[in-house]
T-cell receptor, first 117, second 110 residues
């Protein structure tokens, strides 16, 4: 159990367009979801923490108006990259935790590769 | 901000040899976790070691934690070509957020 999916797995878009990435917990209710960004040959950097029904908490340096996060249900969080530019090209990965007891474990999605032309 | 560093950045070994990766971090932690990432893919959780533990084993994996030195090591014994991947340590404090290290790219040659 504890499967997290992401959609789409990859996307190519033109500069200036907006892109929405979905993160779903398939077989559990995710109390908290996290969004990470990973540039080539680099580590994962946390962008924001998303709790169902409340506003996301963004890490320092991450523009909340550019990276819109919506966590409308316990199984779905979305990240929208607004007015994407080539420098936003990256690998975006979400993760989810379930419940309070098992908060140590994050279940990661397979990632979404974004290429902005 | 990135929590810590891993070394080596890259490691190349022959199949059957052992691989050791090290991780250092900067702040106090509740636990430290190791993940594997195959090229262009998501992360796979390998093992978690809590701050009150010093060593943990899982199959061919052995993890140590030295909180006084703020460091951890991951040992993969009898490596296989399928172990080729990037390995990341990640620390977790009182909040749920994970802070990842810089990663080690392991290549196991057949």
């Amino acid at each position: 159990g504890a499967v997290v999916s992401q959609h789409p797995s990859w996307v190519i878009c033109k500069s200036g367009t907006s892109v929405k990435i979905e993160c779903r917990s398939l077989d559990f209710q995710a109390t908290t979801m996290f969004w990470y960004r990973q540039f080539p040959k680099q580590s994962l950097m946390l962008m924001a923490t998303s709790n169902e029904g409340s506003k996301a908490t963004y890490e320092q340096g991450v523009e909340k108006d550019k990276f819109l996060i919506n966590h409308a249900s316990l199984t779905l969080s979305t990240l929208t990259v607004t007015s994407a530019h080539p420098e936003d090209s990256s690998f975006y990965i979400c993760s989810a935790t379930r419940g309070q007891i098992t908060k140590e474990t994050q279940y990661f999605g397979p990632g979404t590769r974004l290429l902005v032309l | 901000s990135q929590q810590g560093e891993e070394d080596p950045q890259a490691l190349s070994i022959q199949e059957g040899e052992n691989a050791t990766m090290n991780c250092s971090y900067k702040t106090s932690i509740n636990n430290l976790q190791w993940y594997r990432q195959n090229s262009g893919r998501g992360l796979v959780h390998l093992i978690l070691i809590r701050s009150n533990e010093r060593e943990k084993h899982s199959g061919r994996l052995r993890v140590t934690l030295d909180t006084s030195k703020k460091s951890s090591s991951l040992l993969i014994t009898a490596s296989r070509a399928a172990d080729t991947a990037s390995y990341f340590c990640a620390t977790q404090g009182s909040a749920r957020q994970l802070t990842f290290g810089s990663g080690t790219q392991l290549t196991v040659l057949p």
